[in-house]
């Protein structure tokens, strides 16, 4: 009988293991599953859109300052009631030169000469070369937008120059 009941416990004992082990490869199996679906379902999911804000989209729908244009406007010297018209044309370019005037009664120009530009950031340069070699006249300009300079003339600030786009 001892015999007997060492031979049924050696059978529990096996039928324990192999539902344990098959309870362990079936936890297994179930465990690889989920880490799997998981993973696809990372996998499957989209990215998030990163978050901008206003500024960004400014920054990349401003375009750069442009001074090619019709300008019109006055020169003068602060503190002085006299006003001198001005006319600057600004033509499409690499090297944005045109020309500028000065306008005087029955809208006349009485003098003339060339210009050429160059823009930064918010600021521009302008010369105005004169005819006869004469010496030219530079401007150092703020431009914080397309359609407004103010200037003064450098080595002499209290020459003012203020333009807006036509």
Do not use: H
Not at 68 to 73: E, F, L, M, P, R
Request: charged residues 15%; aromatic residues 6%.
């Amino acid at each position: 009988m001892d015999n007997n009941i060492q031979n049924q416990s050696l059978s529990v004992v096996r039928s324990v293991k192999s539902i344990l082990l098959a309870t362990l490869m079936a936890g297994s199996f179930s465990s690889a599953m989920a880490i799997l679906g998981k993973t696809s379902q990372v996998l499957a999911n989209p990215l998030k859109s990163q978050q901008v804000n206003n500024l960004q989209i400014n920054e990349v729908i401003t375009s750069p300052s442009s001074i090619v244009g019709n300008w019109k406007g006055n020169l003068y010297s602060q503190g002085d009631d006299a006003l001198t018209s001005v006319e600057m044309v600004i033509k499409q370019g690499t090297n944005q030169q045109g020309t500028w005037k000065f306008i005087g009664e029955n809208n006349t120009p009485f003098e003339s000469g060339g210009v050429v530009s160059s823009v930064g950031a918010n600021s521009a340069t302008l010369e105005f070369k004169q005819k006869d070699k004469k010496p030219s006249w530079f401007f150092k300009c703020k431009l914080p937008n397309n359609t407004q300079l103010s200037c003064e003339k450098v080595g002499n600030t209290n020459w003012k120059l203020t333009l807006k786009k036509n």
